[in-house]
């Protein structure tokens, strides 16, 4: 297991994908038969003792082959232009923090960390890991006194319909899966297309912030690490034929850094 996770630690410092990431620990767990799901968890026991992981990911890929929890539960941080605004108010006099926010943006980096919670023997105690960008301390996650982050100007209607949690991921699959969905650049491109996917449905806000969050989720989680596996053996497959790669990045519609950072 040490001999995996050293190989793990230098592939994350070079590429610093959270999507990568998660495909490692459902790697590790479809090895050791442990489930994975990905959801939140509430505190529905006062008992419950939370124990708070201070590790590095291989250390905590380590801890979770050895105490081999029964189910492990993960919640992805999405990045988006709310969190972007506070954060730049709230930063907004510290330089290196802002350009940092900057090159947030820029690279369109949006899952910017997972939380890991796994459940052991005794109900009452979870284990509970925080794996992120190094930024992530910097991001002001919780909105302002002043701030509604459910306001949706001209939209009143923020009522749940009564959707069942099956039919909610029903649709946030549909949503995941669409072409014009995984071509997107960002989120805001994605809602918007999520929109239009799920115009027939006639969803309250509640609903549609609740099946696009999932969609984002089994985006990140599920698909995004298979296409860039594929991404990643189609570069090679170019590269043994002699192309460049600006040739390369050309042929697949990616940067040259992107291209480069796979290939290194």
């Known amino acids: 297991m040490a001999e995996e996770s050293e190989k793990y630690e230098s592939r994350e410092n070079k590429e610093k994908d959270l999507s990568l990431d998660y495909a490692f620990i459902q790697s590790l767990c479809e090895q050791h038969k442990i489930k994975v799901v990905w959801g939140r968890v509430e505190q529905t026991a006062i008992n419950r003792l939370n124990v708070i992981l201070n590790c590095n990911f291989p250390e905590f890929s380590d801890i979770l082959v050895k105490f081999s929890p029964s189910l492990v539960v993960l919640t992805p941080v999405i990045f988006d232009d709310k ?45 509970r890991y925080t794996h992120s960008l190094d930024v992530y301390e910097w991001l002001k996650m919780e909105p302002d006194d002043d701030e509604d982050d459910y306001d949706d100007e001209g939209d009143d209607d923020t009522d749940d319909t009564g959707l069942s949690d099956e039919y909610k991921e029903s649709l946030a699959r549909k949503v995941a899966e669409d ?42 989680t599920e698909i995004k690490p298979g296409i860039e596996e594929n991404l990643l053996e189609t570069a090679k497959e170019l590269k043994t034929q002699g192309l460049t790669t600006k040739e390369i990045a050309a042929r697949l519609g990616k940067s040259a850094k992107k291209i480069k950072d796979l290939l290194s």
Not at 92 to 99: F, M, N, P, Q, R
Not at 117 to 124: A, G, K, T
Not at 208 to 214: A, E, L
């Open 179 to 220: 072409d014009k969905f995984l071509a997107a650049k960002n989120e805001t491109q994605r809602q918007y297309l999520a929109e239009k996917i799920l115009a027939d449905e006639n969803l309250g806000t509640w609903d549609f912030k609740d099946i696009f969050k999932m969609a984002l989720a089994i985006f990140y």
């Open 83 to 127: 969190i972007l605004k506070r954060s730049i108010r709230y930063w907004e006099d510290d330089d290196e923090v802002l350009a940092a926010l900057s090159t947030l943006k820029e690279n369109a980096i949006e899952l910017v960390a997972i939380e890991f919670y796994l459940f052991l023997s005794d109900p009452n105690v979870i284990l």
